[in-house]
């Protein structure tokens, strides 16, 4: 089994980028909206805000109180989309129970939309016209390319199907020839679906959903499931699954570092775009 670093193609890429960023001279602006104080969300845009300061993109925090109205919220979108200085906005989630998320995230303008997330952005993906592509399904196609596994002729089964990962993701690997199943938690039998797959690809969020008796020797598994077990982070696959495995991403290390990379790239993608 060989394991897909996401780690090594996110340095890898880091220094592209800042290399693009600098040569190019690019300015580049990106507004990162949080209410209230999440503790998991703390974590992830520390990690946003150091990784694209590092390639030289001015990133920004603004953090709004957790009793921020819809209105409020949505005239600091208004604003920003406004904002000239800034090349893209992402929305934190989750955002407060008494917040429409999905309203305020299409609220974005698309030509400023970094996490992919807006109808105009999800649709090019399904017309095979892709514009920005969500970041975790980004950051598996780019894992995919570096380490060369075909996509074309493939017969790939997508676990989750939500409008974050699974469902863009399907319609993604569609564009790039291979033959999909989208599977969700009211398919039946799921082992008959698995079973002959060549490439497995979980984000469901459930430890130990694939086991060894539901993957087929040689398979390619992408892990994008994060459980705590036992203090431990987990994925989907069951490691007696992934020992069956041609190619594996690891969790931690494999698709979840290539997300934060992958806000960087569809940043440059967005500012290359600006008229």
């Not at 990162?32 to 703390?42: F, K, M, P, T, V």
């Not at 380490?147 to 564009?175: Q, T």
């Amino acid at each position: 089994m060989k394991i897909i670093s996401g780690t090594q193609v996110r340095k890898e890429l880091l220094e592209k980028y800042k290399e693009t960023i600098q040569k190019k001279n690019l300015k580049i602006g990106l507004a990162i909206i949080q209410l209230g104080d999440n503790e998991a969300s703390n974590t992830y845009i520390r990690n946003k805000l150091k990784y694209t300061q590092e390639v030289g993109i001015d990133s920004q925090l603004i953090k709004l109180p957790e009793e921020t109205t819809q209105e409020e919220l949505e005239n600091q979108i208004k604003a920003l989309n406004k904002d000239k200085k800034i090349t893209g906005i992402i929305l934190q989630s989750p955002t407060p129970k008494h917040i429409d998320f999905t309203k305020c995230a299409r609220l974005i303008a698309p030509e400023k939309d970094v996490d992919g997330f807006s109808e105009e952005n999800l649709f090019s993906i399904r017309d095979n016209q892709e514009k920005i592509i969500p970041c975790t399904v980004k950051g598996i196609l780019k894992l995919f390319d570096y380490y060369k596994i075909p996509l074309e002729g493939k017969n790939v089964v997508v676990m989750g199907r939500s409008n974050i990962v699974g469902r863009p993701l399907a319609d993604a690997l569609i564009n790039r020839n291979a033959t999909v199943t989208l599977c969700h938690s009211k398919t039946e039998n799921l082992e008959k679906f698995t079973k002959h797959a060549d490439i497995v690809i979980s984000a469901v969020g459930k430890a130990g959903l694939v086991k060894k008796e539901m993957v087929k020797k040689g398979f390619v598994g992408i892990d994008v499931g994060i459980n705590m077990v036992n203090g431990k982070l987990v994925g989907d696959f069951t490691k007696e699954a992934g020992e069956k495995a041609s190619y594996m991403t690891p969790v931690p290390g494999g698709v979840g570092p290539m997300t934060v990379a992958m806000i960087i790239d569809n940043l440059i993608e967005l500012k290359e775009k600006e008229k």
